[in-house]
């Protein structure tokens, strides 16, 4: 079973930059599709990007496409989430999920999650 860890959150102005990364362990990374969500105070999770096993395919939310950058380095076992241009709406905590079998923007969908990692956004 695989374990997610996010890590590279925290505060940031807006228009700033971050860049998030979530490593896996115990398991074949490269199996499992990866996919990111976030959740704000008082809001459902909602999706963010989602990427699959071996980066061909890549899908964003209208929210952050244009702003944000999914990738993966499977020999790393690590997905990243590059974000620029960043607003105050940005602000959330971020989930790295994993699940094996393509690609979904679903959350229900994904086997597997991390804690979470909290990226606050100031104007």
């Known amino acids: 079973q695989v374990q997610l860890l996010e890590s590279g959150g925290g505060l940031v102005q807006a228009g700033g930059s971050l860049r998030l990364s979530c490593s896996a362990s115990r398991g074949t990374f490269s199996i499992y599709a990866m996919g990111w969500f976030r959740q704000a105070p008082g809001k459902e999770r909602e999706f963010v990007a989602t990427?699959?096993?071996?980066?061909?395919?890549?899908n964003y939310a209208d929210s952050v496409k244009g702003r944000f950058t999914i990738s993966r380095d499977n020999a790393k076992n690590t997905v990243y989430l590059q974000m620029s241009s960043l607003k105050p709406e940005d602000t959330a905590v971020y989930y790295c999920?994993?699940?094996?079998?393509?690609?979904?923007?679903?959350?229900?969908?994904?086997?597997?999650w991390g804690q979470g990692t909290q990226v606050t956004v100031s104007s």
């Open positions: 999920a994993g699940r094996r079998g393509l690609t979904t923007i679903l959350s229900y969908e994904y086997e597997y």
């Open positions: 990427i699959s096993r071996r980066s061909s395919f890549t």
